[in-house]
């Protein structure tokens, strides 16, 4: 087994803070209308940038390691398990938050958009960068 690449995870991270913040900026209006917390539409505060980035470094290291070890070569590898990881993880969590704590579909839905592109993009770049 070959070791991870860690300039593309680092890569991968930045990449999926950056498209995640892109999108979220896309939805800024009817994320506000949804939750509270969404109302106040300043830009975070560096901090919350720094969680953001080491939560993403943590996911690209995790999905770096299930492509070393699924042995993901390709794109259609790499969106492949991006796909897989997004319906097993993200897709079942907000499934269950919608059904037992009772958020909204719409909030849920848009929070897993962002998961499915932060999960294709990163293991597009881990799993084709190695």
Not at 115 to 128: D, M, P, Q, T
Request: glycine fraction near 6%; hydrophobic fraction near 60%; charged fraction near 15%.
């Amino acid at each position: 087994m070959s070791e991870l690449n860690y300039l593309a995870i680092l890569v991968a991270a930045v990449a999926a803070v950056i498209v995640s913040t892109v999108y979220y900026s896309a939805f800024g209006s009817q994320l506000a209308a949804l939750n509270d917390a969404y109302a106040d539409q300043q830009r975070p505060p560096a901090w919350k940038v720094g969680v953001e980035l080491l939560r993403c470094l943590v996911l690209a290291a995790v999905v770096a390691s299930l492509a070393e070890r699924t042995d993901t070569d390709g794109w259609t590898d790499a969106l492949l398990l991006g796909l897989v990881l997004w319906i097993g993880f993200p897709v079942v969590l907000w499934t269950g938050a919608v059904v037992w704590e009772r958020v909204p579909r719409k909030l849920a839905a848009i929070h897993a958009g962002d998961w499915l592109i932060k999960l294709l993009v990163i293991a597009s770049i881990v799993g084709l960068w190695r």
